[in-house]
């Protein structure tokens, strides 16, 4: 019913530039805070950062900020994340996420999560 289809990862090179895409069907996209958060091998997954339902707020974890942008499009039920400076360390899977609440920060509250889109980033 619900569905959450990622696109957009791939391998780069340091300081290059990726942008994900999450579009949602079967919910009412405008209802939810949406999300991103990723998932390095052997390690827990981390959020990374959440826009509000309207798009007017957004919250971002430290080690991406100035470098990572979310933003939200309710006409088209997506949602983004623009990547730029990568760093190796970005390396994992990225999952979007839907929530009621705002804001999101951790895994415990997520109502939907997207499939996973794969982002390796080279020295």
């Known amino acids: 019913q619900v569905q959450l289809v990622e696109s957009g990862g791939g391998l780069v090179q340091a300081g290059g530039s990726l942008r994900l895409s999450c579009a949602a069907s079967?919910?009412?996209?405008?209802?939810?805070?949406w999300g991103w958060f990723r998932q390095a091998p052997g390690k827990e997954r981390e959020f990374v950062a959440v826009?509000?339902?309207?798009?007017?707020?957004?919250e971002y974890e430290d080690f991406v900020k100035g470098r990572f942008t979310i933003s939200r499009d309710n006409a088209k039920n997506t949602v983004y994340l623009q990547m730029n400076s990568l760093k190796p360390e970005d390396t994992a899977v990225y999952y979007c996420?839907?929530?009621?609440?705002?804001?999101?920060?951790?895994?415990?509250?997520?109502?939907?999560w997207g499939q996973g889109t794969q982002v390796t980033v080279s020295s």
């Open positions: 996420a839907a929530d009621l609440q705002y804001p999101i920060t951790t895994t415990r509250t997520v109502d939907y």
């Open positions: 826009i509000s339902w309207k798009g007017g707020d957004t």
């Open positions: 079967g919910l009412t996209f405008s209802r939810y805070a």
